[in-house]
């Protein structure tokens, strides 16, 4: 990789960045997490409108969903279950990418429903963005590991 | 070994070979003498494959959709002609069209259509009542005419004469109130108040409120 | 790649505890039966059990109306609210429960003209859920 003669910080950094990027993330999680746990059942027709799976599914993801998150962000800051929480918070991305990715390229005017009904974002192809750059970032933090 | 495991969450993504549409919201502001809306919706095929449009869905039988034709080639572009006619229906209307693709058989695209459609004269409430053995207080209806609407109200009357009106001009030419008096709310009685307008001249329109003892 | 997946299926297995209670037990819980009613509306066991208290609205065009109709049922709709307004207002007392109908599920004109007399203050306004086709394959 880069030499470390020239950057002999840099090690260092990257680690801290890892660090650092993965409790930002566990947080974001949380935080998406918690919004959509507060109101399932505003989250399982948010679910709906994005016309993938039918209703009972879509109802039982909306009930579990949220707390896998906040399960998954949260435990990005415990060191004995950090790979398995970011194993399941890549996962998750995927799955939001796709459905993101599938509503932008219908065409359905809806919100993404990401954060619940307490930040209510229009559209969907910011939250898509937003969504492979994280993805990227855990492939980022991925790369950390032995 | 850990790339294996990013990839375990690879989740194969849908072909993206859709329609790709100009737009699929639209929203217009009717004019009062407008009777009906057209609005396009534009779409190409953006995939490799033919695209055939299965089915087209209307969420009521206000809203019709033309389509010119069915099957669309690679590249080829066309449009859903939507024409929604209002029949009586005033103020904030959505309504949807539900096109079905080959493509995309149980995910149908929802086209929208947002009409604004202009009350000229709003009348509201539309009832006033009253409780048989209830006190007679008079009663309030208000009459507004839409800002831009060159209509005049010409009169208000009622076809009951135990059922007495007074109408005040709150607005020059905007705002009124129509006052229902009744004489005794001893028995049930019916009142169909006919508020008069000048607007179309050749037609002039009539609304109207009603006024109930039950 | 062993202990990653068994912790990632320790967090799978232990998120399935709150989300239970969720079902079970959260206010705002989604509802479970596919025939979830939207507010305004009924299903037509509830309307027949109301018996004489239901005053019957149908929404559709005068043609369907004329062909068949439910029995008592008083025809309303936007195209001739004018005309038809009045005859509804003589039939209507503050008792009744008033349910419109129109062709089936997915019409919208019983909703519309269920808003427009929620509008014109009358109370007790619901949709029947299923419409006409609901009432004709009733057992």
């Known amino acids: 990789m880069i030499s470390r003669l020239h950057f002999p910080e840099l090690p260092r950094l990257v680690k801290l960045g890892r660090i650092f990027g993965r409790m930002v993330l566990g947080l974001l999680f949380v935080l998406a997490g918690a919004t959509k746990a507060f109101d399932p059942g505003a989250f399982a027709v948010e679910i709906q409108r994005y016309h993938l799976i039918p209703w009972i599914p879509g109802a039982l993801s909306s009930v579990y969903l949220p707390w896998l998150e906040i399960l998954a962000g949260a435990l990005l800051f415990v060191k004995r279950f950090e790979q398995g929480a970011l194993l399941l918070v890549t996962c998750l991305l995927f799955v939001f990418t796709f459905a993101l990715a599938s509503a932008t390229f219908r065409g359905l005017g809806i919100d993404c429903g990401c954060f619940g009904k307490v930040f209510t974002a229009t559209g969907t192809v910011v939250p898509l963005i937003r969504n492979i750059l994280l993805l990227a970032f855990t492939g980022f933090l991925w790369l950390g590991y032995p | 070994m850990k790339l294996s495991l990013f990839l375990l969450c690879l989740f194969a993504g849908s072909a993206f070979g859709q329609l790709a549409w100009a737009t699929t919201e639209q929203t217009f502001n009717s004019k009062p003498q407008d009777k009906e809306v057209v609005a396009k919706y534009k779409f190409t095929n953006n995939g490799t494959k033919p695209i055939k449009i299965q089915n087209v869905r209307t969420s009521c039988g206000c809203t019709t959709a033309a389509l010119s034709k069915t099957d669309y080639a690679p590249g080829e572009s066309g449009e859903i002609e939507a024409r929604f006619t209002f029949s009586g229906r005033t103020g904030k209307q959505e309504k949807a069209i539900m096109v079905a693709t080959s493509a995309n058989p149980e995910q149908p695209t929802v086209l929208k259509l947002h009409v604004y459609i202009e009350e000229t004269v709003k009348i509201e409430p539309e009832v006033v009542l009253w409780q048989v053995g209830e006190q007679p207080d008079p009663k309030v209806i208000h009459i507004a005419i839409a800002n831009d609407a060159s209509v005049k109200l010409v009169s208000v009357t009622s076809d009951n004469p135990a059922m007495k009106v007074k109408l005040t001009e709150v607005k020059p030419g905007k705002e009124y109130e129509a006052q229902i008096t009744p004489e005794s709310v001893g028995q049930p009685a019916a009142a169909t108040l006919v508020i008069q307008t000048d607007y179309p001249p050749d037609n002039p329109q009539t609304k109207y409120a009603y006024a109930r003892i039950k | ?139």
């Not at chain 3, 004329?66 to 001739?80: D, F």
């Open chain 3, 1 to 139: 790649m062993g202990p990653t997946v068994r912790q990632a299926s320790l967090i799978l297995l232990a998120a399935l505890v709150p989300a239970s209670l969720t079902a079970a037990f959260h206010p705002r819980r989604p509802v479970w039966s596919q025939e979830t009613l939207a507010p305004g509306e009924e299903m037509l066991p509830t309307v027949l059990a109301w018996g004489a208290n239901a005053l019957w609205v149908d929404a559709r065009t005068a043609d369907e109306y004329e062909t068949e109709h439910v029995p008592g049922a008083i025809s309303l709709n936007l195209e001739n609210w004018d005309q038809l307004f009045p005859k509804f207002l003589d039939a209507w007392t503050r008792e009744k429960k008033v349910v419109v109908y129109c062709s089936a599920a997915t019409c919208e004109l019983s909703r519309e003209v269920a808003e427009r007399l929620r509008k014109s203050g009358i109370s007790s306004v619901y949709v029947l859920k299923g419409g006409w086709e609901a009432w004709k394959n009733r057992k």
